[in-house]
Structures are given as structure tokens and as C-alpha cells.
């Protein structure tokens, strides 16, 4: 090897470092002082900053469940509306992508190259018929217009039939089929289990970003005990935050952010390993 | 189902044929649902843009014909090129530092030499903000940024200003701030995206360039860039495409307004306020050019991922 580019080394891997370090501080600086404030009382708060926490996580917790805002509901309401999307999206981008990978039909090419091409397509684009016909179709203040349109998936999509192509082999379809099971067991009993480490990777995917979404929900969403927690995130930037109690205000926002952080935690490897896997060819 | 299991006697043609019916019958769902809630929606959204349509007090006017009035409008006001200004601008902030430094990171992960150690830990922080919750996450900036918030108070405290700077009322400490946050966002995605890049260069390469006593930054930029230009292509449009839909931070930031004087106002923003005060048309008319922007974009990736398949 040679020597002047092992001497460079050294140097390199201390300024990886450094450079590391400082990233991982402005990563996780603004969680760190948002868990010590929502530990401070409101006039400790107005007091300015400290480093170490005070004693009032609990009472900020208390005053956040028994204030104005519902937000026990709004965690509910956004959990079911995340987890049948995620449910529902990861089942039939399965079973879109298994009708792509097992069977060859007329214009097979053709919709795969149409539903690929429908990927980029903005929800916000089509954002003003949608809403337009959820209400003629009675179906705003509904959670139907928030979970339905998952099923329709065109980049889960894609990761499963990339997924598929690499890890479901047609022999053991065939086996099945020569033992004589129907095509909808063998998709349900033989193809979903195979899936299940694809499934996992793109539910968790699904579930973040229904859990994260605002700017659809808040359109179709009016009724105040059918709202979404980052709804009611927003509204509490428009209301007169100035006279509120700042605790509160904290509590409010550690408990939209930290239920994603502790599941993120425990799933890391799953989620890094995931995020490759999809649009790009490796 | 009965067909499917079919008599010995059926021949093996005619029992492939069956089965492919299930292709057909698999895809339903996802068609029905497909046109239902993109394409019917996607007609309508176009076919509104060429009609009058807007609520005045408590009164809906049109919708009246209009053909390409809308669109005129939209560019004749300037606020299309103000808000296209304002979105681009706050892109380019975040995407700038975002894609030197996830090269940099990219190159230090894969850079087998260097043996770096807590690689898990490292990626694992850097992502964490990606998962975040961008309206809770813009309304702690709000707080933490505020006036009277913790960061005026430390660096009033640290004696590095003599009084609170109001980050939002200053045009480029609230560009800045959506900057910040869309680049912490993201950049540990581009970084996660562009290793998987540079693992898949042929080692050989590395190798042969080292023998022929290449530096690690001669060898970054002559054998690791080059190959990396699909990926890079890829990462740069989908983040366009990105920047362009950019609504949740400004919006939650600014509560909407833009502020300071609409300089940090969105075009996505300026969509959704058209949407809530009903003015159909022109949200139409909005949306139909963000959809065309972005279908140049997506053909220059498709176009770009294509050729690297042959």
C-alpha cells in the first residue's frame, strides 16, 4: 500500500469524528431541551434556560390531558387512521405486486410502466378534486378518505415487487399449485408469510407518514374530536400561545414527538436497512 | 377458485391461462381505489382550473368558463413567481449543505480504511430527525426560537447578544430556520441512500486507483463521483420534486402567513390557502402547474434510472 495514503489516516478518522460528533449534537440538541422544558414549570420556563431537569414532567402531563385540547382522542384517532393504512397498504401492495410477479397477462408491461409513472404524482396536486368529491361523496369529517387511498401505493408498491424478485422463488408456487391450493391461499398462506420482513419494513414507512401527514387531514377533518394530533399541533401555533402555560405548550409537543422517537429506537436496524431499498438500484 | 385447481384431464396450456386470470383479478383493488382517489380527483383538479369558481362573502360564484383566465391571473399578479422564488430559495438553503455533507458522511462510511467505529449509533441519530413529525417539530423551533425561548436566552446568557434577536421577524432567520430544519431532515436519508451508492462500485476499482498510488480525495472525486452521477441525479430531482411540495414546516413556522411580508410563503402554502377560502380556480389552475414541473422532473429521473439499467 502506499505510504502517504496510510499516513492520511490518521488525521481523516479524527476529523470524521469531530465532524460526527457535531452533527449527532444538532441532531439531538432540540429533543434534549425540549425534554428538559417539558419538565419546567411556566414560570421556571420564563425564568430562561437550564440544563438540568425540573420536577414537572408529571403535572405538565396532567395539565395537558385535562386542558382544552383532546389530545388522548387525537393520538387515538391519528393511531387508527396510521395503523389501517399501514395494515392496508402493506396487504394489497403485496397482492398488486404478486399480480405483476406470478401471472403474465395482456398489458401486463404496460401498467407496470403506468403505475411506476404515477409515482411522483404529488397528493397536493390533486389535492382540490379530492377534497371536492369527499364532499359530494358526504365522506368529509371521515377517517375513509385518510386510510382508503393507501391501498393504492405505487412506491410500496415497487419495493415489493423488488422484493419479490430477489426473494420469492416461482418453484414454490408451483409446488403449491400442484398440491392444489387456490390462488388466493396460496397468496395468503404462502406468499403473505414469505413478505413479512418487506411488510414490516414498508408498514413501519406507511404508519410514520399517515402519523406524520398534515396537509390532507386538515382538509378533510373539521369535528374537533376527530382530528388528528399534527391538526391539533397547528392549531395550537394559531391560537394566542403567548398566555398559555408554556409547560403545557412542551408537553404537548413531547408527547407528539416522542411515542415515534421510542418506537424508532427499538426498530432502527429495520428502518436504515429499509430505506435503501426502494426507489434505487443498488 | 374451482378453475384454478382444474381436472387432470384440463392440458398444462389451458391451466397457465386460468391462473393468469388472477393477475387481473389481483390488480382490482388497486385500480378501483387508484381511480377513484387519484383520477377522478386528478380530471377534476384540471378541469377546474379553467373555470371561474370562488367563493365572495357567503356567495359561490361560477362556475363560469373562463379557459386559461386563471392561469393569466396567477402569472400576471406575480405571486406565482413570488411564492416559486420563496420555495426554491429555502430548498437550495437546506439542499446545499445536505448533499456536501451526506457525500462527506457517505464516503467516510463506506471508506473501509478508516474503520469507524458506532456506524450504527452515527446512522441511527441521523435519520431519527427524518422520522419526525414536521408540524410538532416547526412548532418546537417556534418555541425554542421564540422571543423569550431558550435559544435568545443562552446566548444572551453565553454574552454573545446584548438583547433577544427576533428570529421571526427577520426575512433570513426564517428562511434560515426552514433551511435548518429541512437539512436536518433529510440529510441522513441522502447519506443512507448515497453509501448504498458507493458499496455498489466495484472494490476492484478502489484498489487498482490505490496501487497506482491515488490520494483518498484523487480517488473521491476521479473514480467514486463519476459512478455515483446516477444516484446523485436521482437524489437531487426526488428532492426537488420535495422542495416543491414543501408546506408542513413554513406553514407551522409562520403560522401560515409567510411572514416576515411573505417572503417564506410556499407555493403548496399559498395552494392550501386557496383551498380553505374556496377558490377553486385558481388552486386549480396552482396545481396544474405544479403537476407539470413535476412531471419534467420525474421524466428526467425516470430517464436517468432507465439508462442505467441497459
Redesign the interface.
Known amino acids: ?2 505510504k ?3 499516513n ?2 490518521g488525521p ?2 479524527a476529523a ?2 469531530i ?2 460528533i457535531i ?2 449534537f ?3 440538541i ?1 429533543f434534549y ?2 425534554f428538559i ?1 417539558t419538565t419546567q414549570s411556566n414560570s421556571a420556563l ?1 425564568y ?2 437550564t440544563a438540568v431537569p425540573g420536577n414537572y414532567l408529571f403535572k405538565n402531563m396532567y395539565n395537558l390531558f385535562h386542558g382544552p385540547t383532546p389530545v388522548l382522542q387525537g393520538m387515538l384517532n391519528s393511531f387508527i387512521i396510521a395503523a389501517l393504512s399501514a395494515v392496508l397498504c402493506t396487504y ?2 403485496t ?2 405486486a ?3 410477479h ?4 395482456k398489458g ?1 408491461k404496460a ?1 407496470f410502466t403506468f ?8 397528493t ?10 369527499m364532499n359530494t361523496m358526504r365522506l368529509n369529517d371521515s377517517f375513509i ?1 385518510l386510510i ?2 393507501s ?2 401505493a405505487p412506491i410500496t ?1 415497487f419495493y415489493m415487487k423488488q422484493y419479490m424478485d430477489s426473494n420469492l422463488p416461482g418453484s414454490l408456487i408451483e409446488a403449491a ?1 400442484i398440491d ?1 391450493a ?3 391461499r396460496i ?1 395468503n398462506s404462502i406468499v403473505i408469510p414469505l413478505m413479512k420482513p418487506a411488510i414490516a419494513v414498508q408498514g413501519i414507512f406507511t404508519f ?1 407518514a399517515s ?2 401527514n ?2 390532507i387531514p386538515n ?1 378533510i377533518l373539521s369535528d374537533k374530536m376527530k382530528k388528528t ?2 391538526i391539533m ?2 392549531e ?3 391560537s394566542d400561545w403567548k398566555t398559555f402555560d ?1 409547560g403545557q ?2 408537553a404537548m ?1 413531547t408527547f ?2 416522542f411515542p ?2 421510542i418506537v ?2 427499538i426498530l ?2 429495520y ?2 436497512g429499509g ?2 431499498a426502494g ?4 | 377458485m374451482a378453475g384454478s385447481t382444474g381436472s387432470k384431464a384440463a392440458s398444462g396450456r389451458d391451466k397457465i391461462k386460468s391462473y393468469n386470470k388472477y393477475g387481473y383479478l389481483f390488480l382490482i383493488p388497486f385500480a378501483v381505489v387508484f381511480v377513484i382517489f387519484q383520477l377522478i380527483p386528478l380530471v377534476q383538479t384540471i378541469y377546474y382550473s379553467f373555470f371561474e369558481n370562488y367563493r365572495s362573502g357567503l356567495k359561490m360564484i361560477g362556475p363560469n368558463f373562463i379557459g386559461l383566465e386563471n392561469y393569466k391571473t396567477l402569472f400576471q399578479s406575480g405571486d406565482f413567481l413570488i411564492y416559486f422564488k420563496n420555495t426554491m430559495i429555502m430548498w437550495v438553503l437546506g439542499f446545499v449543505p445536505q448533499i456536501l455533507v451526506s457525500l462527506l458522511l457517505a464516503a467516510w462510511f463506506t471508506d473501509v480504511s478508516l474503520r469507524l467505529k458506532g456506524q450504527r449509533f452515527f446512522k441511527t441519530v441521523i435519520y431519527l430527525p427524518n422520522l419526525i413529525m414536521a408540524s410538532a417539530f416547526s412548532m418546537l423551533f417556534f418555541t425554542l426560537f421564540g422571543d423569550i425561548g431558550p435559544i435568545n436566552s443562552i446566548l444572551v446568557s453565553l454574552g454573545l447578544i446584548s438583547g433577544p434577536y427576533k428570529f421571526m421577524s427577520h426575512v433570513w432567520s426564517v428562511r434560515g430556520l426552514v433551511a435548518l430544519m429541512n437539512f436536518l431532515m433529510w440529510f441522513g436519508n441522502t447519506t443512507i441512500l448515497l453509501m448504498a451508492g458507493m458499496m455498489g462500485i466495484d472494490k476492484s476499482l478502489f484498489e487498482a486507483a490505490e496501487v497506482d498510488g491515488a490520494t483518498s480525495g484523487q480517488i473521491f472525486r476521479k473514480v467514486t463521483l463519476p459512478l455515483l452521477k446516477p444516484i446523485f441525479i436521482y437524489v437531487l430531482i426526488t428532492s426537488l420534486i420535495g422542495g416543491l411540495q414543501m408546506f408542513d414546516v413554513p406553514q407551522i413556522l409562520t403560522n401560515g402567513s409567510g411572514d416576515p411580508n411573505r417572503t417564506s410563503m410556499t407555493l403548496v402554502m399559498y395552494l392550501n390557502k386557496h383551498l380553505f377560502s374556496k377558490n377553486y380556480g385558481m388552486a386549480g389552475a396552482l396545481s396544474v402547474i405544479l403537476l407539470i414541473i413535476t412531471g419534467i422532473l420525474s421524466l428526467i429521473v425516470f430517464r436517468a434510472t432507465m439508462k442505467d439499467e441497459d
Open positions: 500500500m502506499n502517504k495514503y496510510k492520511t489516516v481523516r478518522r470524521a469524528y465532524v460526527l452533527l449527532t444538532f441532531c439531538l432540540w431541551v425540549l422544558n420564563k430562561g434556560f394489497f401492495s397482492m398488486t404478486y399480480a405483476i406470478a401471472y403474465s397477462f401486463k401498467i403505475i411506476l409513472a404515477i409515482m411522483m404524482i404529488p397536493q396536486v390533486t389535492a382540490l378534486g379530492f377534497i371536492r368529491l378518505p382508503i387511498p391501498i393504492a408498491f399449485r392444489g387456490g390462488e388466493f397468496f410514520v402519523w406524520n398534515y396537509f382538509l394530533l399534527p399541533i397547528a395550537l401555533r394559531g408554556m405548550v412542551y409537543i407528539a414527538i415515534v422517537i424508532y429506537l432502527s436496524k428502518i436504515i430505506v435503501t426507489g434505487v438500484k443498488e
